[in-house]
């Protein structure tokens, strides 16, 4: 860590971020040195934790609700080899379907709950969600996937763990303070373009009566705006779903954790690229965007800094391993005998 760095945010915090690197050197020594995020922070977008002897990611915001427990695993603590190493749970791309069984273990001894009641899908880049009842239990994970292109789940079953992946993609979070109910979501730009954010509140007013007012909602690692560069078909997408979205940015420029997270000025969920005809999309900044749409308030929202294309010793990014990589999870249940 340079003086200057450390004179700039004074000695306290210093003190914390270094504890906090040095925590993360041990368990990913090709990262050492490096800084974990772009920008300062005064405080942790998201907190490392060593669970069960897995290293796992948590939003500090939903580690407070104490009716449900979550986690988003990072590339340690598994037992995949070569490209899948070692924490992976994309069966599709070929890896041992014994070693992806062994990491679901794991992480179900992380989340307490049963491998059995683990509830996933084959993600394929739509905007459907389900529903899973407790006839669901084990769905895509001890069981076959039974669903047909299905990228959100939603449910308020104790006991089930919901699971979502990602090597880029969004993982999306959301959590129902009063009404105890959860979903998870994968929205790459194909579902974040179909408004996948705001499709998860609606079902969850549908099936749960959720209030958009009480929900919490994490946007998990994933890529970043400097790492994510689209031609200008993908572009003019997003410029055409958002819109005049200067309220928006607005409310967003007023949330304490923006502030943590940019100090360089606001950005524009699409920007011009580095080269002419490209652009730079920040898939983060839009599903907030497209969240407050759905009336969640812009604080309850936990956004994180953490990119996946930036860090792929840590988190598996399909972008910097050019297609050879495995999938960490999200995963999200509601706690049994709250
Ligand atoms: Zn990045």
């Not at 924490?87 to 599709?92: G, I």
């Not at 304490?256 to 950005?267: C, H, T």
Request: proline letters at 4%.
């Amino acid at each position: 860590m340079d003086e200057a760095w450390t004179e700039e945010i004074g000695k306290e915090d210093a003190g914390e971020l270094m504890e906090r690197e040095l925590q993360i050197w041990s368990l990913f020594p090709e990262m050492r040195g490096q800084k974990l995020s772009r920008d300062v922070r005064l405080e942790p977008v998201l907190d490392l934790e060593l669970c069960e002897g897995i290293p796992v990611l948590r939003f500090p915001g939903l580690s407070q609700c104490d009716f449900i427990e979550h986690l988003i695993t990072t590339r340690a603590g598994g037992v995949s080899t070569g490209m899948f190493s070692t924490m992976n749970f994309t069966r599709s791309l070929g890896d041992d379907p014994e070693n992806v069984k062994e990491n679901y273990r794991r992480v179900a001894k992380a989340m307490h709950c049963r491998y059995g009641d683990m509830v996933g899908t084959r993600q394929t880049h739509t905007t459907n969600i389900r529903r899973v009842t407790a006839k669901d239990k084990g769905n895509g994970i001890a069981l076959r996937d039974a669903y047909h292109d299905v990228d959100g789940l939603v449910t308020n079953v104790p006991g089930i763990a919901l699971a979502c992946y990602g090597a880029d993609c969004v993982p999306l979070l959301f959590v129902d303070t009063w009404g105890h109910a959860i979903g998870v979501a994968h929205s790459g730009w194909r579902g974040t373009a179909g408004n996948m954010a705001g499709k998860m509140v609606r079902r969850m007013e549908e099936e749960f009566g959720t209030d958009p007012a009480d929900l919490r909602v994490a946007i998990g690692p994933s890529i970043c705006q400097s790492c994510y560069e689209v031609d200008q078909n993908v572009a003019d997408v997003f410029l055409e779903l958002l819109g005049d979205c200067r309220e928006e940015l607005e409310a967003v420029r007023r949330t304490r954790r923006y502030r943590m997270m940019r100090e360089n000025g606001l950005r524009k969920p699409v920007e011009p690229g580095k080269e002419a005809g490209k652009y730079q999309l920040d898939l983060w900044l839009v599903n907030w965007i497209l969240l407050i749409r759905a009336g969640v308030s812009p604080e309850q929202v936990e956004v994180t800094d953490l990119c996946t294309c930036h860090n792929p010793g840590i988190l598996f990014s399909h972008r910097a391993s050019k297609g050879k990589r495995g999938g960490f999870g999200a995963f999200l249940k509601i706690r049994e005998g709250v």
